[in-house]
Structure formats: C-alpha cells, structure tokens
C-alpha cells in the first residue's frame, strides 16, 4: 500500500498533463474548425501580398485547394487557442511554484504570448508582404510566375511561425538575466557568432534557397538579438541596484544600535 501511495503523486502529474495536453488538442481543434468558416477571409488576407500585384495563384492538383485551407485552418486554430494552451501550462506549473515565481511566471505567460503574436504579426506586415513584391521583381520582364497555392501557403506559414518563436528572445533573456544566468559582457562579446546563427536559422527555415530570401529573414532576427542585449543590460543594471540596496540594508542592520 505505501509503494502505492507513493505512486499517486506521480501518476496525478502525468494524469494533469495529459489533461493540459488533450485540452490544448480540442482547444486547437474547435478554433481551427470555427477558423474555417472563416478560411475564404483569411486566405484572402495572406494573399493580399500578391493580389495588389494582380499575380494570379493556381493549384495543380484536384483536392489541392481543400487540402490547403484544412491546413491554414489548423494553423489559424493554433494561433487562435494559444490563450487556452498556455494558461492550460499556467495552471499545470503554477501550483509547485512559489509565490513570487508564480508572479514572475504568470508575467512570463502573458508577455510570451503577445511576443508571439506580436512576431507573426510583424512578419507579416513588416517583411513579408514586402519580401515577396521583391523578390517577384527578380523574374524581370520575360518570365511569368506560376505560383500555387500549396507552395504559397507552405511557404507563408514557415516565414511566419519562426518570427513568432524568436520574438520571444528578449522576453527569455530578460528573465535569465533576472536570475543572472547571462550577462551582457558574454552577449556583446558574441556578436558575430549572433550573426552567424541568424543567418544559419533563415537558411534552416526558410525554405526557398536563395540568398535574398536568408536575408530577409536574418536582418530582423540579428535585430532582435540586439534589443535582447539591451535589455539584459537594464536587466544587470537594476539586479545590480537591487543588490546593492539589499547589502547597504543588510549592513545598517547589522550596525549596532
């Protein structure tokens, strides 16, 4: 009986994360077949890029078209029930935290998830919608694109989703500057392998080879890594603040009265 009741707490655990984790699942599923009624609305947003251009889209096989709004959907449904997903992580990690972890880690939630949405938003608005007008030019006079929408589609959700991801660098290194974990010495000393990194992960994830396109891509990101260490340096600076006011308390205390 007592090996048993030693088991329960683990078993609870696994039984709350299979819990999170199949809500999660709904949560995506039930928005991502909401968002497809929507889907005609939504495709058009994405193909505005190339609709102010007057550049027709085509699909070559039969159930292409049905197979790529299925897909924006699920994607539209993702970014849709984040909310649901992360406060579903909230309240799985949040009971074996602390009560000024829970502060810190009920922040980290809400500002992650405006950095995410905020990063695909940016993407979208701030780069792509531009970068493919540019990249058309390329083609000059004498050739025609003849863009599907699979390959479209495909491509316009890998230019967006890791936006989302990497707009979370500030956040992450704010928070491992607030437990001194990096400085801004070792950052600011690692530039150029920042810029090698940036444009190793556009090459990864973008998935057209050319060099314009890995640009495109790297520039904001190195950007980003920029602001991140500047932030880690306000992040030093006031630890730094805190620690110092800690110490001169410390020392009054100590002084005899």
């Not at 992450?172 to 444009?199: H, T």
Request: charged share 15%; proline share 5%.
């Amino acid at each position: 009986m007592a090996e048993k009741t030693d088991d329960m707490p683990v078993m609870e655990h696994l039984e709350e994360l299979r819990r999170v984790l199949v809500v999660s699942a709904i949560a995506t599923l039930v928005l991502a077949i909401a968002a497809f009624f929507f889907i005609d609305q939504i495709l058009a947003i994405l193909m505005e890029p190339l609709s102010r251009i007057e550049q027709h889209v085509s699909f070559l096989g039969i159930t292409e078209p049905i197979f790529v709004k299925l897909k924006l959907s699920f994607f539209t449904g993702f970014l849709a029930a984040m909310p649901i997903i992360l406060w579903q992580i909230w309240s799985f990690v949040v009971p074996a935290l602390k009560k000024n972890e829970r502060v810190a880690f009920t922040t980290f939630v809400l500002v992650s998830f405006f950095c995410f949405i905020g990063g695909v938003a940016f993407a979208f608005f701030g780069v792509f919608r531009y970068g493919v007008h540019f990249l058309l030019q390329f083609a000059g006079p004498t050739l025609s694109p003849m863009l599907t929408i699979d390959k479209y589609i495909s491509f316009t959700i890998s230019f967006l989703l890791p936006f989302g991801i990497v707009f979370e660098l500030p956040l992450v290194s704010y928070f491992l500057a607030r437990f001194e974990l990096i400085s801004y010495a070792f950052l600011a000393k690692n530039r150029r392998y920042a810029i090698l990194v940036s444009v190793v992960i556009a090459a990864v994830i973008t998935p057209t080879p050319d060099i314009i396109t890995c640009l495109i891509v790297s520039g904001p990101m190195y950007l980003l890594f920029e602001f991140s260490v500047f932030v880690v340096r306000i992040t030093e600076r006031r630890v730094a603040r805190r620690k110092k006011r800690r110490q001169m308390a410390e020392t009054a205390d100590d002084q005899p009265q």
